[in-house]
């Protein structure tokens, strides 16, 4: 017997006049597709039955009438599911996050479509304070998008909002440098994407999320040309603000191949851009600042990177704060002023590490360690290398890294360290292939 039967066998069955009866009504005990047909054929015949099937169809206008008022009657649908989940969130988040999965799984009843949307909204506003917790956000949102059915929704909705949770997810992974992880997830979202009717828009943001996974593991051309082509599309939906981000991704790729002139140029034709939001604005400036520092305008930067720093710590972006914090030590350093970049890479470094993103905690260490040693107080050197050596082993980072690590934890315990030691083992580190999590902080992008 085969493992399933086909449709005019089921129809046979459904009408009533099957010579295999009992033997397609056994295996559709045990067999869900089997069932699932026989229900579809069933509710068929029964629709056909209904006199008002046979009837002439309705005016274009009464359709266009009961379609809008289906329009409205689910959008309003929506608007419930996400107030009641945005109620339910802030209960269920309520504790640490390690107990976020199981107060979630505990309760089906948060199993819907507003409760994705929610989830992903919130996940925005962790994403640049606790990486990792916006992550847990993410897996969630995508285990429940993909429980729902299309019994309970419009099945292009459900594909839809699936893809979309993928898309996210796949952003917060590259986020935090989990970049072959962040591409499995972005192709799942790029099939579901494709079976819906109009998939321009939604794929042009995945190919910005893709752009930045790209240009992580530094595939660069490809990285411009998906960020062009979100730009483009962008405009032929009338979105200003989205073309202007995708400009954002184009100059962050021209950064990262050290073309910084063009980069520079890319930024500053959208530094007057009335459609950019108020976060992009401010991680534009961040950007104009790392991009004056790396074509010798120091002076530039510094005032560029310190606007910035200010406005993130009001606004509350502790990601981002971090690495602009960091990226105005490293400015400084730049500059010959050591004594005042001290204090900014310890605390960047403490920093990455409460925020779990190692390498670029890594980084900032080896930049205070090297400052150190500028300034002829090398007694917290050791301490330092000791740490970031016991600290990637544990992790199981790349042995590359931590041959590195123990050559200059080598040279500082026989006195012989200097400043270059550190700064060759620092880009060394910086420059190792993307292989799984990035050992550089690229520059700040947003997710919308």
Known sequence: ???????????????????????????????????????????????????????????????????????????????????????????????????????MRKEPAVRTAGMVRQLLARMRELLERVPADALILTTLATEIAEGLGVAQYPSDFVVGLRGQALRDHA?????????PDARTAADRAERLFKQTPVPDYELARLDLVRANILRGIERYEESITLASRAAETFLTFGDRQSHANARMYEGATLFQQRAYSR??????????????????????????????????QLEKAVQYLSAAAAELEIMGLQTHLVRTRWALGTTLTSAGRYEQALPL???AWRNFEELEMEADGALAALEL????????????????????????????????????????????????????????????LRDLPAEGERLNAPPPLGLD
Not at 18 to 40: D, N, V
Not at 263 to 286: G, K, M, P, Q, Y
Not at 395 to 421: C, D, K, N, Q, Y
């Open 1 to 103: 017997m085969n493992s399933h039967y086909d449709e005019d066998a089921l129809l046979e069955y459904v009408e009533g006049h099957s010579t295999i009866g009992s033997e397609i009504e056994l295996h559709a005990l045990s067999c869900a597709q089997c069932a699932a047909e026989i229900e579809h054929q069933r509710r068929i015949i029964g629709a056909l039955r209904e006199e008002e099937s046979w009837q002439k169809p309705h005016d274009p206008a009464e359709i266009l009438a009961e379609r809008l008022a289906a329009m409205a009657s689910f959008k309003e649908r929506l608007d419930t599911e996400d107030a009641e989940a945005a109620t339910r969130l802030k209960q269920l988040l309520g504790g640490p996050s390690a107990w976020w999965r199981n107060a």
């Open 171 to 179: 952003f917060v992974l590259s986020f935090i440098g989990r970049y």
């Open 345 to 347: 890479l310890r605390d």
């Open 369 to 428: 360690a090297e400052a150190l040693l500028v300034l002829n107080r090398p007694d917290e050197v050791p301490a330092i290398c000791r740490a970031l050596l016991d600290r990637f082993t544990r992790l199981g980072m790349s042995e590359r890294a931590i041959v590195a690590l123990a050559f200059l934890r080598e040279s500082v315990a026989s006195g012989h360290a200097t400043p270059v030691h550190v700064r060759h083992v620092h880009d060394f």
């Open 263 to 296: 980069a520079l140029t890319v930024w500053r034709s959208i530094e007057n851009d009335r459609f950019l939001t108020d976060t992009a604005r401010v991680l534009l400036v961040h950007n104009l600042g790392i991009c004056c520092r790396e074509t010798g």
